[in-house]
């Protein structure tokens, strides 16, 4: 008889829904997910069911911006500090 999984892990909804795991969390603290009370980091299935037919399982536009402008801003410090390097490395 096959059972019915209850709960999901973090690590298996952000797979299941292809995004991170940060993304979970950031759901979590809007109180679209909740997690159960069970000794892991776990959601109820029925909840998570819910979520994905509500559409709410992908980065909103203004995530995706926000996260856009953090990568880019990463970009710029990984040019400057390789240039850095650069210039420290030719002085010796």
């Not at 679209?32 to 892991?40: F, H, S």
């Not at 709410?56 to 990463?74: C, G, K, P, S």
């Amino acid at each position: 008889m096959e059972q019915l999984q209850t709960v999901i892990s973090k690590k298996d909804l952000s797979k299941r829904w292809s995004v991170t795991e940060e993304h979970i969390s950031t759901l979590e603290a809007k109180g679209i997910l909740t997690r159960t009370e069970i000794g892991r980091c776990t959601y109820p299935m029925e909840q998570v069911n819910s979520v994905e037919k509500s559409g709410r399982t992908v980065a909103l536009e203004e995530e995706l911006f926000v996260l856009r402008q953090e990568n880019n801003n990463l970009k710029d410090d990984v040019r400057r500090l390789k240039s850095v390097i650069k210039s420290i490395t030719q002085t010796f």
